[in-house]
């Protein structure tokens, strides 16, 4: 990784799958995954983060043939999963510390969902179904952060700011939807669907209705368009806690608006093209870091801010060509052109807040976007696969050193951040190169696989670290030299897999 601290991850599931007919019209399935991710880093200066995921799910499916036009799947699933994290930071190489972390989540869940699916004839299909869910949460979050600031008079000075939330709760969420997708004429087919939640610990009760259109202009082409609204309720499980949020917010709101063309050549070239346009409205604040977006600590960094957004607008159009017959060559190609606007009302940081009432580029706005993948299979053992990507860079927020004078005539010097998402890293490339190669045996499968990630090296810009630099003949003011820090140049990855039937 290129990194000089002690850097220890260990990661690791287990999945497992039993099925059995229990005759001729219904099939019952129970699975199991249990998966954990450690991740303990010590740094030169004495800083030191643990963090640990465990999650367990298990689910039990029967799937019902009630009749040759009548279809339902019962499945009851319950789950648990744990969220530890715990860190020690100290202000630079000084015995101080800067701010001490302990934060203990666990969240248990319990969930019934039964799906129909009634194919009354070849010009009606209907379904339905629900979901009950039982949660179960609690929190127990402890931070310690020392604050430095600087009076009217330049003076630096500090505070200590402790978060400390320990919360228990218990609520119910249930979902029902029903869709029906009816041939109005021959060429035009028509999908109308309803759904409806309630969430006990939001107070939610909603209704998303959706609409979808097919018509078919030939043989071998069809128009699509669909519009729906989509609630997303904020889960139990995801309480700002960290950033001391006490409350759950209503459910946010996606309006989708969809137009796409599809035409399949007699070359089996699939072509698609589409147009989308989705606003998202009753936004729940967002707390965002300005400079790093990667942290293992991120609300107790100086760049954290608190965004109140008023909406939400992603728009654009994508590209796509595929050809797959299943032959020596496949390969599909994609280009999308894309803008995402934040519409900010305020920011706040520090317990400042500022009205900003302004449109800014969204945190992942990127103007355009290419993919190609390539598969080559000289014969069942071997397949060579190739992937290029390209895209814009992501915005993001710049940083500039400002001096300041106190009022005993003595320079200061102050960090200021350039305007919200204002800037763009470059544009982010890399190639990335896979073999496989099976093998048949008395005992199974064996597939082996080779992956170079990135495979010529380019340096691509993840973020920016800012130092501060003064001449040491003090013939110049004092600067900030910007440095870039890199995603992963070239990986190599290897992997082996045995498969066998008992």
């Not at 010009?123 to 949460?137: C, I, M, N, P, S």
């Not at 008079?153 to 939330?165: E, F, I, K, M």
């Not at 006990?200 to 998303?208: A, C, E, F, P, Q």
Request: hydrophobic fraction near 35%; charged fraction near 25%; glycine fraction near 8%.
């Amino acid at each position: 990784m290129g990194e000089d601290e002690d850097i220890r991850p260990r990661y690791g599931d287990i999945f497992a799958k039993f099925a059995h007919r229990l005759n001729d019209r219904h099939q019952l399935q129970a699975s199991l995954l249990h998966s954990r991710d450690d991740f303990d880093l010590s740094e030169n200066d004495g800083d030191d983060s643990n963090t640990g995921y465990f999650n367990t799910y298990v689910w039990l499916t029967l799937q019902s043939t009630l009749s040759p036009t009548l279809l339902a799947r019962t499945t009851l699933t319950g789950g648990r999963i744990t969220h530890n994290r715990a860190g020690l930071a100290f202000l630079g190489d000084t015995p101080e510390v800067d701010f001490s972390v302990r934060d203990e989540r666990s969240f248990d869940f319990g969930n019934l969902r039964q799906d129909w699916r009634l194919e009354g004839s070849e010009a009606h299909y209907l379904k339905w179904g629900f979901e009950l869910r039982r949660q179960d949460v609690a929190y127990d979050y402890l931070s310690e952060q020392r604050l430095y600031f600087r009076d009217n008079d330049g003076a630096v000075l500090s505070r200590l700011d402790t978060t400390d939330v320990a919360r228990a709760l218990q609520h119910n969420t249930v979902g029902l939807y029903a869709a029906d997708r009816i041939r109005l004429a021959a060429p035009i087919t028509a999908e109308f669907g309803l759904r409806y939640d309630g969430a006990g610990h939001t107070g939610d009760h909603l209704l998303s209705p959706r609409l979808n259109l097919v018509y078919q202009l030939g043989r071998q082409t069809w128009v699509r368009g669909g519009w729906g609204r989509f609630y997303q309720t904020q889960g139990i499980d995801q309480l700002e806690v960290a950033d001391g949020e006490r409350a759950f917010h209503k459910a946010e709101l996606a309006q989708h608006t969809v137009l796409g063309l599809e035409h399949l050549f007699t070359s089996n070239v699939h072509l698609r093209l589409e147009a989308y346009l989705k606003d998202l409205s009753s936004l729940r604040p967002e707390y965002r870091n300005w400079l790093h977006e990667i942290e293992i600590f991120p609300e107790l960094q100086q760049d954290r801010i608190r965004l109140e957004l008023a909406g939400t607008r992603s728009r654009g159009v994508e590209f796509y060509l595929k050809r797959e017959t299943g032959g020596l060559f496949t390969w599909w190609a994609s280009y999308a052109l894309a803008q995402v606007r934040d519409d900010v009302s305020t920011v706040a940081a520090h317990g400042v807040v500022v009205e900003l009432d302004d449109r800014v580029p969204g945190r992942f706005d990127q103007r355009h976007t290419f993919y190609f993948d390539a598969n080559f299979r000289p014969d069942p053992r071997w397949r060579l696969n190739i992937a290029w990507q390209y895209r814009t860079g992501w915005p993001y927020t710049d940083q500039f050193l400002r001096q300041g004078r106190a009022t005993d005539g003595s320079v200061f010097y102050y960090s200021q951040t350039g305007p919200p998402n204002g800037a763009n890293a470059p544009a982010f490339h890399r190639l990335d190169l896979r073999v496989n190669r099976s093998f048949a045996t008395s005992k199974g499968s064996v597939h082996a696989f080779l992956e170079l990630t990135n495979l010529y090296n380019h340096g691509n810009v993840r973020s920016y670290e800012y130092f501060f630099e003064c001449d040491p003949a003090g013939t110049s003011a004092c600067h900030f030299r910007k440095s870039p820090e890199y995603w992963f140049k070239l990986l190599p990855s290897l992997g082996l897999t045995w498969d066998w039937d008992l």
